[in-house]
């Protein structure tokens, strides 16, 4: 029986190629995007899973708000690990993770910068699920100096000899050599932390300083199975008011009491570790997070296009139901059940999807790598690693199969033989009102892609022609620490090249990872308020070389001393103190260690610049004299880039010969920090594009049914001297009022979307009126030409053909 279904469903694929082709084609494009974006998304849900706790392992954080200004940090204080696990009992382990930067390591005559060396804590194998290939994972990071390492980090250093036992030396000397006591694989690419070099904690220093004023550990507690991480979570402002009040006194001059009184919080929360790649929000992370609502959209896109392709499927069937309906009616005449029949178009839509199913798999094979290189990604279909891959494919096909062919199936089957073999087929009014219904819902789908991705392009366009309160073009970067001692005659060589305007000292940028200082101080002497701020120290070309704009006042001296004790605010920090234009002159006072004061004189204020992601609003800034002589930010005047380039690496390479020269452009960082919107946008912009051409096969779809239903109309208009554009409007004029509809249905709902993803943007676009004309415009004009398709070939027929039976 199956198999005479399947025979006579090959034979009426063969039959109307036309159909079934543009049937495949679509079911194909749906399936395969569908299977990339379920890639996708499982490999983003996946972060941290591989980690046998993950369950059960949180991590701490330190969050509040002062005077408005929000904290939100990813770090904490190195006592905290110790604390909880002493503390609470439920707390079955803590470890920590220090981030050490970039440092050099050199082996005998090779020497690299690794930009992936982490100090942990020695019980960091026992949490995290990281097997040690070689080594003990209980006591290969208990001694100070040493360090387990991945195979590709030994491959570098060691070659093809074993790594056990070498010793690996820092550059800058500020450690003892440090042993290898263990080796593993590789972190898993699903981690949220990609290290190459763990190194005993016991080595650090900081690591066993009891302050609660500083924090760069990144620390996670293992709790029970089952156990809610809210219930010790609600516990820890006990820990706030025991250890960190204290110090916050003598720090900040206040009590926690006053310091609470004046509406500011501060406090540890905690972070499920399998939240922590999507549902994080931290500047400083271990890793680039993703966005969990880029996982909604791509799923909804996902879903919306099987939709989409489904109902083409609908459209294409009962288009072509004309032709099929004498078959239908001669195979009920010869003794076929309705149930019989049921199953054989069934069969068909399982046998279209089924072959639109290995279509799709080759798409996908296809646009892997190049997804992989758009979205940064390492997405693999592979049916030997995932042995449920199979059997959900088949699954999956027969879902869309049934799902595509229900209504068609019902609806073929139950024509009247009488009626059908005397010619007089008719679709009745509620079929063409579901048809309606189908292209309304098409379009309106694919008229919030359009609009969506018009909002995103344009959102990206605002961020690249913003002004941002400070020049970022020809500014290099350099890191200068690298060069040790010999930073300074660095430093004066470029500020001699007459291709350079000018040159400073400061490791905050505007752009790009740069240093952040927390920065509490007092507007006056002796008032009890107390604001946050960022601290940036700079020297006396910070702003010039940045373009920076004083307001009032003026910028640093060197020849004056008392600079060493003067303040640049900016704009928000002036009205934060509640100075506005005034604010030249006043004072600031910040707490010392042991309750002393310190306090500062505004020498000057300039106006607001955006030092931060234009996510964030502007925040109150105290710029202090402090040159910081690891990096330097080179100003150039007009001219040769490529020419300065080459002699900059001349110059480097006569100081070191050790370090090669790494540069990077101010505005490159910039556009970097909107990396991921960008490459979402352009994602967002495939997938509507795929979405919107699987929805023109519908379209194409119904206009085939209608000129197949009108012909003998168009016939007798043609006969009547109706012209070739007068039918093709007859026709086209229908479909764009269906699409009118769609857009009516659409604009509210794509604004709501938008704005929603737009409310992200602390500096965003205004949505303008011209954006809903021009979403508009392209899906008519997109329904235009599907339809024309049909319309002038309708058009153009002989009326004799269509007219002949009559």
Same mark, same amino acid.
């Given at each position: 029986?199956?198999?005479?279904?399947?025979?006579?469903?090959?034979?009426?694929?063969?039959?109307?190629?036309?159909?079934?082709?543009?049937?495949?084609?679509?079911?194909?494009?749906?399936?395969?995007?569908?299977?990339?974006?379920?890639?996708?998304?499982?490999?983003?849900?996946?972060?941290?899973?591989?980690?046998?706790?993950?369950?059960?392992?949180?991590?701490?954080?330190?969050?509040?708000?002062?005077?408005?200004?929000?904290?939100?940090?990813?770090?904490?204080?190195?006592?905290?690990?110790?604390?909880?696990?002493?503390?609470?009992?439920?707390?079955?382990?803590?470890?920590?993770?220090?981030?050490?930067?970039?440092?050099?390591?050199?082996?005998?005559?090779?020497?690299?910068?690794?930009?992936?060396?982490?100090?942990?804590?020695?019980?960091?194998?026992?949490?995290?699920?990281?097997?040690?290939?070689?080594?003990?994972?209980?006591?290969?990071?208990?001694?100070?100096?040493?360090?387990?390492?991945?195979?590709?980090?030994?491959?570098?250093?060691?070659?093809?000899?074993?790594?056990?036992?070498?010793?690996?030396?820092?550059?800058?000397?500020?450690?003892?050599?440090?042993?290898?006591?263990?080796?593993?694989?590789?972190?898993?690419?699903?981690?949220?932390?990609?290290?190459?070099?763990?190194?005993?904690?016991?080595?650090?220093?900081?690591?066993?300083?009891?302050?609660?004023?500083s924090s760069n550990f990144y620390t996670y507690l293992v709790l029970p199975v089952g156990y809610d991480y809210k219930r010790l979570e609600t516990k820890l402002s006990k820990v706030v008011e025991k250890y960190i009040g204290p110090q916050m006194q003598q720090a900040l001059g206040m009590t926690m009491a006053q310091f609470k009184a004046g509406g500011n919080r501060l406090g540890l929360v905690l972070q499920p570790l399998t939240a922590i790649h999507l549902h994080a929000d931290?500047?400083?992370? +271990?890793?680039? =997070?993703?966005? $969990?609502?880029? #996982?909604?959209?791509?799923? @909804? *896109?996902?879903?919306?296009? &099987?939709? !989409?392709?489904?109902?083409?499927?609908?459209?294409?069937?009962?288009?072509?139901?004309?032709?099929?309906?004498?078959?239908?009616?001669?195979?009920?005449?010869?003794?076929?059940?309705?149930?019989?029949?049921?199953?054989?178009? +069934?069969?068909? =839509?399982?046998? $279209?999807?089924? #072959?639109?199913?290995?279509? @799709? *798999?080759?798409?996908?094979? &296809?646009? !892997?790598?190049?997804?992989?290189?758009?979205?940064?990604?390492?997405?693999?279909?592979?049916?030997?690693?995932?042995?449920?891959?199979?059997?959900?494919?088949?699954?999956?096909?027969?879902?869309?199969?049934?799902?595509?062919?229900?209504?068609?199936?019902?609806?073929?089957?139950?024509?009247?033989?009488?009626?059908?073999?005397?010619?007089?087929?008719?679709?009745?009014?509620?079929?063409?009102?579901?048809?309606?219904?189908?292209?309304?819902?098409?379009?309106?789908?694919?008229?919030?892609?359009?609009?969506?991705?018009?909002?995103?392009?344009?959102?990206?366009?605002?961020?690249?022609?913003?002004?941002?309160?400070?020049?970022?073009?020809?500014?290099?970067?350099?890191?200068?620490?690298?060069?040790?001692?010999?930073?300074?005659?660095?430093?004066?060589?470029?500020?001699?090249?007459?291709?350079?305007?000018?040159?400073?000292?400061?490791?905050?940028?505007?752009?790009?990872?740069?240093?952040?200082?927390?920065?509490?101080?007092?507007?006056?002497?002796?008032?009890?308020?107390?604001?946050?701020?960022?601290?940036?120290?700079?020297?006396?070309?910070?702003?010039?070389?940045?373009?920076?704009?004083?307001?009032?006042?003026?910028?640093?001296?060197?020849?004056?001393?008392?600079?060493?004790?003067?303040?640049?605010?900016?704009?928000?920090?002036?009205?934060?103190?509640?100075?506005?234009?005034?604010?030249?002159?006043?004072?600031?006072?910040?707490?010392?260690?042991?309750?002393?004061?310190?306090?500062?004189?505004?020498?000057?204020?300039?106006?607001?610049?955006?030092?931060?992601?234009?996510?964030?609003?502007?925040?109150?800034?105290?710029?202090?004299?402090?040159?910081?002589?690891?990096?330097?930010?080179?100003?150039?005047?007009?001219?040769?880039?490529?020419?300065?380039?080459?002699?900059?690496?001349?110059?480097?390479?006569?100081?070191?010969?050790?370090?090669?020269?790494?540069?990077?452009?101010?505005?490159?960082?910039?556009?970097?920090?909107?990396?991921?919107?960008?490459?979402?946008?352009?994602?967002?912009?495939?997938?509507?594009?795929?979405?919107?051409?699987?929805?023109?096969?519908?379209?194409?779809?119904?206009?085939?049914?209608?000129?197949?239903?009108?012909?003998?109309?168009?016939?007798?208009?043609?006969?009547?001297?109706?012209?070739?554009?007068?039918?093709?409007?007859?026709?086209s004029i229908d479909f764009l009022k269906l699409v009118l509809v769609a857009f009516i249905i659409a604009s509210p709902l794509a604004w709501y979307i938008m704005n929603q993803w737009l409310e992200n943007f602390a500096y965003r676009m205004v949505i303008s009126w011209w954006l809903f004309a021009w979403s508009a415009a392209v899906a008519m004009l997109i329904a235009l030409i599907t339809v024309s398709f049909q319309a002038i070939k309708a058009a153009l027929a002989n009326p004799v053909k269509s007219l002949r039976t009559e």
């Amino acid at each position: 029986m199956i198999l005479s279904y399947l025979q006579i469903a090959w034979r009426n694929i063969v039959k109307n190629k036309l159909y079934s082709s543009i049937n495949i084609v679509g079911l194909a494009t749906g399936i395969a995007t569908c299977l990339i974006i379920m890639l996708f998304v499982n490999q983003e849900l996946g972060y941290d899973r591989y980690n046998e706790k993950a369950d059960r392992i949180v991590r701490v954080t330190f969050q509040g708000n002062v005077q408005g200004e929000k904290m939100n940090e990813s770090t904490v204080m190195p006592p905290v690990a110790q604390t909880l696990k002493a503390d609470f009992p439920e707390v079955e382990a803590a470890t920590r993770i220090r981030d050490y930067g970039k440092p050099n390591l050199i082996y005998k005559d090779k020497s690299f910068k690794e930009d992936a060396f982490a100090f942990v804590d020695s019980n960091f194998f026992r949490v995290f699920t990281l097997p040690l290939i070689a080594g003990n994972s209980k006591t290969a990071l208990v001694e100070p100096n040493t360090i387990v390492i991945t195979k590709a980090f030994a491959k570098k250093y060691f070659g093809n000899d074993d790594p056990m036992g070498k010793i690996i030396n820092f550059q800058d000397g500020n450690f003892s050599p440090f042993k290898v006591t263990g080796l593993i694989d590789r972190v898993p690419v699903n981690s949220h932390f990609q290290f190459e070099v763990f190194a005993s904690m016991s080595g650090l220093p900081e690591a066993a300083k009891p302050s609660w004023t500083s924090s760069n550990f990144y620390t996670y507690l293992v709790l029970p199975v089952g156990y809610d991480y809210k219930r010790l979570e609600t516990k820890l402002s006990k820990v706030v008011e025991k250890y960190i009040g204290p110090q916050m006194q003598q720090a900040l001059g206040m009590t926690m009491a006053q310091f609470k009184a004046g509406g500011n919080r501060l406090g540890l929360v905690l972070q499920p570790l399998t939240a922590i790649h999507l549902h994080a929000d931290f500047a400083n992370d +271990l890793s680039p =997070s993703g966005d $969990i609502r880029y #996982i909604y959209i791509f799923c @909804a *896109i996902a879903i919306f296009m &099987l939709l !989409i392709a489904c109902i083409n499927f609908i459209n294409l069937s009962t288009a072509g139901a004309s032709k099929r309906a004498r078959e239908v009616g001669i195979r009920k005449v010869l003794g076929s059940s309705k149930t019989e029949l049921v199953w054989q178009f +069934l069969t068909e =839509s399982t046998l $279209i999807t089924a #072959i639109a199913l290995l279509m @799709a *798999i080759g798409f996908v094979y &296809l646009a !892997i790598p190049f997804f992989n290189q758009l979205a940064s990604q390492n997405l693999t279909l592979n049916f030997t690693e995932n042995l449920f891959l199979v059997p959900g494919l088949f699954l999956f096909m027969l879902t869309i199969g049934i799902l595509a062919g229900a209504y068609p199936a019902f609806f073929l089957s139950s024509f009247k033989p009488v009626a059908v073999l005397k010619g007089k087929l008719t679709s009745g009014n509620q079929s063409v009102g579901i048809r309606s219904s189908l292209v309304v819902f098409q379009f309106l789908i694919s008229i919030i892609l359009i609009f969506s991705t018009t909002v995103v392009f344009n959102q990206l366009s605002y961020i690249q022609h913003k002004k941002l309160g400070y020049d970022k073009e020809q500014v290099i970067i350099l890191p200068a620490y690298l060069l040790g001692k010999n930073s300074e005659i660095f430093r004066q060589q470029l500020q001699n090249d007459p291709r350079v305007s000018n040159v400073s000292r400061s490791g905050f940028l505007p752009a790009g990872p740069s240093n952040n200082n927390n920065f509490f101080v007092s507007p006056g002497n002796n008032s009890t308020q107390l604001i946050k701020t960022l601290r940036y120290d700079v020297d006396e070309n910070y702003i010039p070389v940045l373009g920076i704009k004083i307001l009032s006042g003026r910028n640093f001296f060197t020849d004056f001393s008392s600079d060493s004790s003067g303040v640049i605010i900016n704009e928000t920090a002036a009205r934060a103190f509640g100075w506005k234009n005034n604010a030249t002159g006043k004072t600031l006072t910040t707490s010392l260690n042991k309750g002393e004061k310190k306090t500062y004189t505004i020498l000057g204020v300039v106006k607001d610049f955006h030092f931060k992601s234009l996510h964030e609003r502007i925040s109150p800034l105290v710029m202090v004299l402090a040159p910081d002589p690891g990096m330097l930010i080179v100003k150039l005047k007009p001219g040769d880039t490529g020419e300065f380039l080459t002699s900059l690496k001349t110059k480097w390479t006569k100081l070191t010969a050790e370090e090669p020269l790494s540069y990077s452009f101010l505005d490159d960082r910039y556009y970097r920090t909107y990396e991921s919107e960008q490459k979402a946008g352009q994602i967002l912009g495939i997938f509507s594009g795929l979405t919107i051409f699987v929805a023109c096969l519908g379209l194409f779809g119904l206009a085939t049914f209608t000129a197949e239903q009108r012909k003998k109309e168009i016939g007798i208009r043609k006969v009547l001297g109706a012209s070739i554009a007068g039918i093709v409007n007859l026709i086209s004029i229908d479909f764009l009022k269906l699409v009118l509809v769609a857009f009516i249905i659409a604009s509210p709902l794509a604004w709501y979307i938008m704005n929603q993803w737009l409310e992200n943007f602390a500096y965003r676009m205004v949505i303008s009126w011209w954006l809903f004309a021009w979403s508009a415009a392209v899906a008519m004009l997109i329904a235009l030409i599907t339809v024309s398709f049909q319309a002038i070939k309708a058009a153009l027929a002989n009326p004799v053909k269509s007219l002949r039976t009559e």
